[in-house]
């Protein structure tokens, strides 16, 4: 039903409603999109100065584009919220991010209109192109976009895929949204070619008020195509993105729909593979975000009329995984000199501000190029320093090889501080940190810890930090149990668990995040339990004394089980030819869709009750059954 409010956005269910209306119109659709998507993300919380950004843009695609035939592909996915408004999903846009609710990045899923799964950067023009291909392979009759932002374009990956998609001359349109942010400001060397556009939409109104005074082919028009490309070439990219075959359009403002308009009609008229650069604002359009998009890049619900209100914080403040790092990481680099912190892009994510602050000169911020930044750090590391790697989990797996290759063989003291380790909760299974204690186990010379609590994640980050070799620290997003850490840098002898409780016939054996639940279920079982600590290398003396002892060992991590921490105990019970049970409990072979971390832990079965369910089935199939004292007997023959 039509309202007041938004005349114009309800008549839109998907976008051939959009392409109904008059061009003219359009504006008037951006408008009050953007409304909309202001209204909605502050009583739902989500991402939210990136979609401000890109209004126009989405509005000028899907009207120009016979989506979903024709292929859009969002880099990343943080812009992506005014794409499911106007393709279906704008009555459930509020449920984003939530248990059962829209995804939170494009998921092909989900909608149709949602061309490739996406959540990690840089993908966008390798998957665009691939589809282009494919298109022309098949003769079909179909226009690919890729958008992708500049902070993106920073990452090795969107540059490879330039350089292939210009050699073979697609028909495939690129559009570079440049902001100059990604999360946080962008930084390097692209930004810094990015920016010498000096005032982009300045030199395009000077070209385009020109070229409307000369008659086209004329010798003043003639003098003013040579002038426009010298000063392209002095002063904005295009010569980089001609060189690797691809027609430069722009820049253009990207908030200017009739211009939007039609510089991409002109784009989809050149056959071939095009780049279409145009300037946004993060933000745009809510003068609070737009003051400040790194605080409204993802947001909880909000008083629009009032913005984000900075809350008092409490006395005594529970810490997060993140903030602990953050803080040892200022005090270990005021105590060592040779403390050099890398991170790529997530200054803020990560728990780096106050060390960009305390040592600029010791922080680096390498963009998105995960890859570049654990080599960088090896190069580091060869030259007597000890870099720290700050890098979530489900980023580290994009630098895998330079982690064995040009860390691991050569035994450089790296420590990688490994944030986001586990179930991440709303952001879903792009951004859970599933697997890295299956693919860190395997590499030779690493020395692997997950803490239990956040005192014990400072004596981790210091015992890794002062080895002597590459060593990783993998912690959960969020908060621990409350343990405050002592502003002491102790260590922990390495390889050496913690006995927590003793108790008959079970012994729960529990590697980081599961530790403080397998507390409550030991109690209730009257099991044993050991915080692991170490994943490698393994305490195989407690491990030994464990099996020894118990018929029923239970493993429980927060990780995917094949390959985890339960299998390397398996494998050194079945070394140890002791004869013991043992159930592995962790991350189920499929993905975990997005909601409350609490969710995603019981749909996983790592919380309580799901726990409990497991070691009770396998108690049963043993023939072992605990007694009402809570002490676990042998069932009677």
């Not at 359009?285 to 008083?303: C, L, Q, T, W």
Request: with cysteine; charged share 20%; hydrophobic share 40%.
């Amino acid at each position: 039903m039509q309202t007041d409010r938004y005349p114009l956005l309800d008549l839109i269910d998907v976008p051939a409603d959009l392409r109904e209306l008059d061009e003219s119109q359009l504006t008037q659709v951006a408008d009050e999109l953007r409304d909309f998507l202001v209204q909605s993300v502050s009583r739902s919380g989500g991402h939210f100065s990136s979609g401000l950004g890109c209004i126009e843009l989405t509005v000028a695609l899907h009207y120009l584009f016979d989506t979903p035939k024709d292929r859009i592909v969002w880099d990343v996915g943080h812009q992506a919220y005014p794409h499911k408004i106007l393709t279906g999903r704008k009555r459930a846009i509020e449920t984003i991010k939530k248990t059962g609710g829209l995804a939170p990045f494009p998921k092909r899923a989900e909608s149709e209109f949602d061309t490739f799964g996406v959540g990690h950067s840089s993908t966008s023009i390798s998957a665009a192109l691939g589809m282009a291909l494919a298109s022309q392979h098949h003769g079909d009759e179909r226009r690919v976009v890729a958008v992708i932002g500049d902070g993106a374009l920073t990452a090795g990956m969107a540059f490879e895929a330039l350089n292939h998609g210009g050699d073979l001359s697609p028909d495939l349109l690129v559009i570079l949204n440049e902001n100059q942010m990604s999360i946080s400001p962008n930084v390097g060397g692209v930004t810094k070619m990015l920016g010498r556009v000096m005032s982009g939409p300045t030199v395009t109104a000077i070209r385009e008020q020109g070229k409307r005074m000369m008659h086209k082919g004329s010798p003043a028009w003639r003098f003013m195509s040579r002038w426009e490309e010298h000063i392209k070439g002095m002063v904005m990219p295009s010569t980089l993105f001609e060189e690797f075959g691809f027609n430069y359009l722009g820049p253009i403002d990207g908030h200017d729909v009739p211009t939007l308009i039609r510089t991409i009609r002109t784009a989809n008229s050149v056959k071939g593979p095009n780049l279409l650069h145009i300037i946004t604002k993060k933000g745009k359009g809510y003068p609070p975000a737009e003051a400040d998009p790194i605080k409204y890049h993802a947001v909880s619900p909000f008083d629009p009329s009032k913005g984000i209100e900075d809350k008092p914080k409490p006395e005594k403040p529970r810490l997060t995984y993140t903030q602990v790092f953050g803080q040892w990481l200022c005090d270990m680099a005021a105590a060592s000199d040779k403390l050099l912190a890398i991170t790529p892009a997530m200054r803020e994510g990560s728990g780096l501000v106050e060390f960009a602050k305390q040592f600029p000169d010791r922080y680096f911020d390498v963009g998105i190029a995960e890859q570049h930044s654990v080599t960088l750090a090896a190069g580091m590391a060869c030259e007597g320093a000890h870099p720290v790697v700050a890098i979530y989990s489900t980023f580290l797996q994009r630098a895998y090889d330079q982690l064995v290759h040009d860390v691991a063989v050569q035994n450089l003291p790296v420590l990688f501080a490994i944030d986001r380790a586990g179930l991440v909760g709303s952001d879903g299974p792009t951004h859970a940190g599933s697997f890295d204690l299956s693919y860190m186990r395997c590499i030779p010379n690493l020395i692997i810890m997950a803490p239990s609590d956040e005192a014990e994640c400072r004596r981790m980050l210091t015992t890794g930090y002062r080895y002597d070799g590459p060593a990783a620290v993998r912690y959960p997003r969020g908060t621990g149990p409350g343990a405050m850490p002592e502003k002491a840098l102790d260590t922990i002898p390495i390889g050496q668990s913690q006995l927590i409780r003793e108790g008959e016939q079970i012994a729960l054996l529990a590697f980081g995040s599961m530790v403080p639940i397998s507390l409550e279920i030991a109690e209730s079982l009257n099991a044993s339990l050991v915080n692991m600590r170490f994943i490698k290398p393994l305490d195989l003396e407690m491990i030994r004394e464990m099996a020894n002892r118990h018929p029923l060992i239970v493993t429980l991590e927060e990780n995917a089980l094949q390959g985890g921490a339960g299998s390397a105990v398996a494998e050194a019970i079945q070394s140890m030819n002791v004869d013991t049970n043992v159930l592995q409990i962790g991350i189920p072979d499929h993905y975990i869709e997005h909601g409350a971390r609490e969710d995603c832990l019981e749909a996983a079965g790592l919380g309580r009750a799901g726990v409990l369910r497991q070691i009770r089935s396998r108690l049963a199939a043993l023939g072992l059954s605990p007694s009402p004292t809570g002490a676990v007997n042998h069932r009677s023959a």
